[in-house]
């Protein structure tokens, strides 16, 4: 009999136990939720948000990447750089004091320091001037390029 159970519980278990464990599904997290949230659309963001705070009171956010994260946006493929963390104050329509999204234009790299957004069009805040692009460019969220180990 207890030999019996244990074949029992070996025979339910095995199956669930050589089961690779199954790739990373990436899909859009809480910090896209909370972009949807304030009228932003998930593309401002990479898929891979590891983590994420924000103080609902000031709007004080934090997240962190996976490491480092290059993303070449649309329409015009400027390369933006992510650092590992990305910090900056959220409110409905306004991303401000944003530190750790840059782009690479014009041979430089610049800092966006604030997002808004304004109709269709979302407005970049890059070194004292705005750029407009439709937020509809943003709608999906990509996944860094250039792959890293998966551990
Ligand atoms: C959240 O923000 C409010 C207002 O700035 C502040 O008083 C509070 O201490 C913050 N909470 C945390 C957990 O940082």
Same mark, same amino acid.
């Given at each position: 009999?207890k030999i019996?159970l244990y074949l029992?519980s ?19 997290? /809480? %910090? ?12 401002? $963001?990479? $898929? ?5 705070? $924000? ?5 004080? @956010?934090? $997240? @962190?990447?996976?490491? %480092? ?19 900056? !104050? ?11 999204? !840059?782009? /690479?234009?014009? @041979? ?7 997002? !808004? ?6 407005? @970049? ?22 792959? /890293?180990?998966?551990?």
């Amino acid at each position: 009999m207890k030999i019996s159970l244990y074949l029992l519980s070996v025979l339910i278990l095995l199956p669930v136990s050589l089961q690779d464990p199954s790739p990373e599904v990436k899909k859009p997290t /809480r %910090a896209h939720a909370e972009l949807t949230n304030h009228g932003f659309p998930i593309g401002l $963001l990479p $898929l891979s948000v590891n983590d994420y705070f $924000l103080n609902q009171t000031s709007g004080d @956010f934090s $997240l @962190f990447l996976n490491g %480092a994260c290059k993303i070449t946006l649309p329409p015009d493929n400027y390369i933006a750089t992510y650092s590992n963390k990305v910090t900056g !104050r959220i409110s409905q329509g306004k991303i401000a004091e944003l530190q750790g999204i !840059r782009v /690479r234009a014009f @041979f430089k790299s610049w800092s966006i320091t604030g997002i !808004r957004s304004s109709g269709d069009n979302l407005v @970049f805040e890059v070194a004292g001037i705005t750029a407009k692009y439709p937020s509809k460019n943003f709608d999906e969220s990509l996944d860094c390029e250039g792959k /890293r180990s998966s551990s």
